[in-house]
Every structure is written in C-alpha cells, then in structure tokens.
C-alpha cells in the first residue's frame, strides 16, 4: 500500500468520529429548543460550526427522521423518530429508582420544588419534578429540560464538584452557548467556586425573579459527579437560617442517593 493510500485509509475513522461528534452537538442544541425548536443561526452560533456544516448535518438528519422543520417558523426540533428510540430502553435507570424515595421524603419535609437533574454530556437535563405543599411553588424548570453546564442551579453544582480542570474545560467548551442566558464565563467561573467552597450551591437570583434556589451534587461510586438534587423557592422561603436547614436536608438526601446507587 502506498503511504497517500495509507494516510488517506488512517484518517477515515477519525474524520467518521468527527462527524458522528457534530450531529449529536447539533442535536443537543436542538434538544434544548424543545418543541419550539431552534434557528439555524442559533446552532450555528452555539456549536461553533459553520452554517453550510451545520445545514448539511440538520438535512441528513431530517431524512432519517431524527430531526424535523416547523413549516412556520422555520425552526428545527427533534423529530419523531427519537422517542420511538427511546422505548428500546423503557425502565428507568438506577439513579431514577434510587432517587424516588429520598425525593419524596425530601418534598414532604421542605415543602418547595424538587428538581433532580442529571449531567449529559456538557448539558443538564431535568428528569424529575416534585411539587410541594407550600401554596406558592416555583415551577421555573419542566421534565425534560435542557441546559448548558452551568447555566443552572444544579449545573454550577454539577461544576462544582468536578476536579477544577475538568470543569474549566465544560465552561470553555459552553461559552458561546451561554450568551443565550445572559451569563458569561467570568459569572459562571465565580459561582462555581464559591458552590465549592460552600460545599454546595446557592444561587440568590434563581431562574424566576424573586426566587431563590440551592442545589446539592451527587457522585457515582467511582466518584464523578453525575447529577443533582435543587430546591426553588421563592426568596422569603430561604433567608439564612432556612437556607442552612434546606442544604442540610439536600446534603443527607444526596448522600442516601450516592448510597442507594452503590447498592
């Protein structure tokens, strides 16, 4: 085999590596747009991709069924195709059926919302919701949601607890995407840190005006953390003396998860 041939046959798998890599960004993208979808430009401006490779990569996807075009709005949204796929794997996965108890008694001795979030890759997604008894509840997050790293109470948790190299690199990578909420590097970098000094992560300003929100990490038996349990409510529910008694509360439920998981 002549070395042209050679070199030409041992960058096939990379360059197939590279293009499997951009469609699953393009994908998250679109799966933060939710039903709404998203505009061409946005995934272009959030995945850093030009437009033709991302044009390209959106109408391969379009044909197999993986991603669709509002005929209105002209926005792309995850196709019908996925939740077909999705029912390859209908039981829930280990963490879900460790968390559903501590969540349940956790929702009944805080009484705010509950959110447990899970890391995807550089994003949050929100995979479950319970509700409390208080009459005023913050609803600012829906199942299913989904975020860049660090966008979220329970990002900047997620970041915090991760070796500081490793989250620098999440930050970086989801710079461009950040704009979108009106947050920066710099803002992110900062609760980051003071989340891990504090050993978990409040957020003064939450997604709603007016409320407030703490979110607590939880880690995988080998140590990486993987998800994250968030109260939201509204700002006159956590002054300090609650706020220390919530973060307790979500410290020994994140712990009861880590150790359900372990089994």
């Not at 929100?126 to 829906?142: F, K, N």
């Not at 500081?164 to 970086?172: G, H, M, S």
């Not at 956590?238 to 880590?258: F, K, T």
């Amino acid at each position: 085999m002549d070395k042209t041939r050679f070199a030409r046959n041992a960058m096939a798998p990379r360059q197939g590596a590279q293009a499997i890599r951009r469609a699953l960004a393009v994908l998250r993208i679109l799966a933060a747009g939710r039903e709404d979808g998203v505009p061409l430009a946005e995934v272009v401006r959030a995945t850093g991709l030009t437009r033709p490779t991302v044009h390209r990569i959106v109408h391969v996807l379009i044909e197999e069924g993986i991603v669709e075009r509002h005929g209105k709005s002209g926005r792309y949204a995850i196709g019908n195709q996925v939740p077909e796929l999705v029912l390859a794997r209908p039981r829930p996965s280990r963490l879900l059926v460790a968390a559903n108890p501590t969540l349940q008694r956790a929702s009944a001795e805080i009484g705010d919302t509950l959110f447990l979030t899970v890391r995807t890759g550089n994003d949050t997604l929100c995979v479950d919701r319970r509700i409390g008894v208080y009459p005023i509840q913050v609803l600012s997050i829906e199942i299913g949601a989904r975020r860049p790293l660090g966008v979220s109470s329970a990002g900047v948790a997620i970041l915090a607890a991760m070796p500081a190299q490793d989250a620098r690199k999440i930050v970086a990578a989801n710079e461009k995407r950040f704009e979108a909420y009106r947050t920066d590097v710099g803002a992110v970098t900062s609760q980051v840190t003071a989340a891990r000094r504090r050993g978990y992560n409040m957020r003064e300003i939450g997604l709603v005006q007016g409320t407030k929100s703490i979110s607590t990490w939880i880690k995988t038996p080998d140590g990486q953390p993987t998800a994250a349990i968030t109260v939201s409510a509204v700002r006159t529910r956590l002054g300090p003396r609650r706020e220390q008694e919530v973060a307790e509360i979500l410290l020994r439920e994140a712990r009861a998860i880590e150790q359900a998981i372990r089994g």
